[in-house]
């Protein structure tokens, strides 16, 4: 796996920014993939989880 350092967020829901474009990966593989880099209870406090709409480059997220 490779991890990039400078990170982009795209328009769409966390769930969507996860899977890449991939539209095979189900939601099983994608919580497990948040848990394996300790995101998954960030995301979950998120207002809709999974499932929260996301701005380009993350704008709408808080970042302190």
Known sequence: AMVLQDVF????TVADNLRLGREDVDRATIEAAARAVEAHRFIERLPKGYDTELRERGTNLSSG
């Open 9 to 12: 967020l795209f328009s769409g």
